[in-house]
């Protein structure tokens, strides 16, 4: 059973009222977030990266000579590992975020922790000398944010809540959503009328507007004393609380396909609009709040589909909507490569298709990622759940730093080529998860009581 409070107020038709509060935290953190890593990549190739300006980074010159062990590499390459070993590591430190909740500080003091850290390395963006130092101050900020704010949605639900859980997470991932694709689109104009620093300053400001909105929600979101936690964190696990963690540890490394296939599109994916779609005027930075609006857009269509699905009892089960996800996003994939397989020139592919290729992305990362941390706060057992919230971010850590190496290959490649091995990739997940998807899903039933 869950010893977390579960605040009664209702809101949302059903949703407690702290779930309002989660998500416009997480909706102006993740303004903050996508809005600098929309201008990550372009920044460190157009700016960053030129001699002038590298010669002025503390430390940048030891890591290119790191990363550039067996040989030398093109900026593109550098750039793509760093924000691949950056995203990376932004989805590792939330394990260490939920140990130090669950252990010493609890989720609500770890959060705003997390958000000072956060807003002290979008600071330090602004000037050229300290982008390392920023970057580890969001991964360690990020890291203690980010998986114990998806167990404080996790906690507001009864543990059979299942449908109601996964609607949850989708309204609290539409949050995210709204702030991923707003960041972009006033970060980049920045950028582009005041130059790279100020896009980066407005990202710190909002960051704070993040950390008041949690703080002014507090007596909404339920909290455990970690000395609680402790008194029963060495309880061992029934056999039925191991088959089922067992069970989640294989769904959560079946979603790195997935989680390798879409994000390739916030780093390779701006660097191919802006060199090969026909964007006339348009800053290839704002296309980064594409597949964000794609999410917006699919999250209100797949809570009625879903809803009525329930009803009828055919709704798809956690691992039948990851596979969905992960089918789709290899699908969107194929899009930008059969658009830059018919136009091959240099700013010449379909903004059409581009265009549609970004949404379609954001359309299948609502169906595997909001339900795979619905699935994990649901299944965990609570004296571990936040720490196991936290361990499924492990997934994109792996993900995203193999991505960076993937991305690595694209000035090597055709853009129709490397899209195509993108697709692939996530194709061979694909099909994986819709193999599993009945053993899997057994294994994750609790026990009869």
């Not at 107020?9 to 997480?26: I, N, V």
């Not at 330090?124 to 998986?147: P, Q």
């Amino acid at each position: 059973m869950n010893t977390e409070a579960q605040p009664r107020s209702g809101m949302l038709q059903g949703h407690p009222r702290g779930l309002a509060y989660l998500a416009f935290t997480e909706m102006w953190e993740r303004f903050s977030y996508y809005g600098m890593t929309a201008l990550l990549t372009l920044y460190m190739t157009k700016q960053l990266l030129m001699p002038e300006h590298a010669a002025k980074v503390l430390g940048l010159a030891p890591l290119r000579h790191l990363f550039e062990f067996r040989a030398p590499m093109t900026d593109l390459a550098f750039a793509s590992i760093v924000y691949g070993w950056y995203s990376g590591l932004v989805y590792f430190t939330p394990i260490l975020g939920g140990w130090l909740a669950d252990r010493v500080l609890g989720k609500k003091r770890t959060v705003v922790l997390g958000a000072c850290l956060m807003s002290a390395g979008h600071l330090a963006m602004t000037f050229d000398a300290t982008f390392l130092a920023a970057l580890v101050l969001l991964i360690l900020g990020s890291g203690c944010l980010k998986g114990n704010i998806s167990a404080q949605v996790g906690a507001l639900y009864p543990r059979e809540a299942h449908s109601l859980r996964d609607r949850g997470f989708a309204i609290f991932s539409t949050g995210i959503n709204v702030g991923a694709a707003a960041g972009p689109l006033v970060t980049g104009a920045l950028a582009a009328a005041y130059g790279w620093h100020a896009g980066f300053a407005i990202a710190a400001a909002l960051m704070l507007v993040a950390l008041f909105v949690y703080l002014s929600g507090q007596k909404h979101l339920p909290e455990v004393p970690p000395k609680a936690m402790q008194q029963t964190i060495s309880a061992p696990l029934t056999g039925g609380e191991r088959r089922q963690l067992w069970a989640l540890v294989a769904v959560i490394l079946l979603i790195i396909p997935a989680e390798i296939t879409y994000p390739m599109v916030w780093s390779i994916g701006l660097v191919w609009a802006d060199q090969q779609v026909a964007l006339g005027s348009i800053p290839a930075a704002w296309f980064g709040s594409i597949d964000s609006t794609g999410s917006i857009i699919a999250a209100p269509l797949l809570l009625l589909l879903w809803a009525a699905q329930a009803r009828k009892r055919r709704e798809p089960g956690s691992v039948g909507k990851i596979a969905i996800g992960t089918l789709l996003v290899s699908l969107f994939a194929l899009v930008m490569a059969g658009a830059s397989w018919l136009a091959p020139a240099p700013h010449s592919a379909s903004l059409v298709l581009a265009l549609v290729a970004f949404l379609g992305m954001g359309l299948g990362w609502m169906y595997y990622w909001p339900t795979a941390l619905a699935l994990v706060s649901r299944t965990a057992p609570a004296k571990i759940n936040s720490t196991m919230v936290g361990a499924t971010f492990l997934c994109p850590f792996v993900a995203h730093t193999m991505a960076g190496y993937v991305g690595s290959y694209y000035d090597q490649m055709s853009p129709a080529a490397f899209w195509t091995m993108d697709a692939g990739i996530g194709l061979v997940g694909a099909a994986i998860l819709f193999a599993l998807n009945k053993p899997l899903s057994r294994a994750l039933e609790p026990d009869p009581a």
